[in-house]
C-alpha cells in the first residue's frame, strides 16, 4: 500500500485536478520526487533553488508537522501527507 498525498488546489491543478495521489517512497524527499516525477513542475512549488522547503509550505504527516526535518522524514505504507500554505495574515 502506498503512502497517500494530498495536493490541495494550488498543486492539484498541476496533477490534473487530482486532490490526492498515492506514490511510494520511503521519505518525505522521495514521495515529492515520485509525484514530480508523475506531474512536472511541483517540485518548484514546493523548494527553493536550494532544494528546500520553500518557508511559506507546510507538510505534515498524518496530520503532524514535519518541520524542520521535512524532506527527510520517514514514511511508510499507509501514511498520509498534506501539502499546504502558510498563510499569515496581520
Given amino acids: 500500500m502506498p503512502v497517500k498525498v494530498n495536493l490541495y488546489p494550488w498543486l492539484s491543478q498541476l496533477a490534473g485536478d487530482r486532490e490526492a495521489i ?5 521519505t518525505i524527499g522521495e514521495c ?3 509525484i514530480n ?7 518548484e512549488r514546493l523548494l527553493n533553488k536550494e532544494g ?3 518557508p511559506y509550505v507546510l507538510i505534515l504527516l498524518n496530520g503532524e508537522n514535519t518541520y524542520p526535518e521535512e524532506l527527510s522524514t520517514p514514511v511508510k505504507d499507509g501514511d498520509e501527507i498534506s501539502i499546504t500554505l502558510i498563510i499569515n495574515g496581520g
Fill in 22 to 26: 498515492s506514490v511510494r517512497g520511503s
Fill in 52 to 54: 528546500e522547503v520553500k
Fill in 32 to 34: 515529492l520526487d515520485n
Fill in 37 to 43: 516525477v508523475l506531474f512536472p513542475g511541483i517540485r
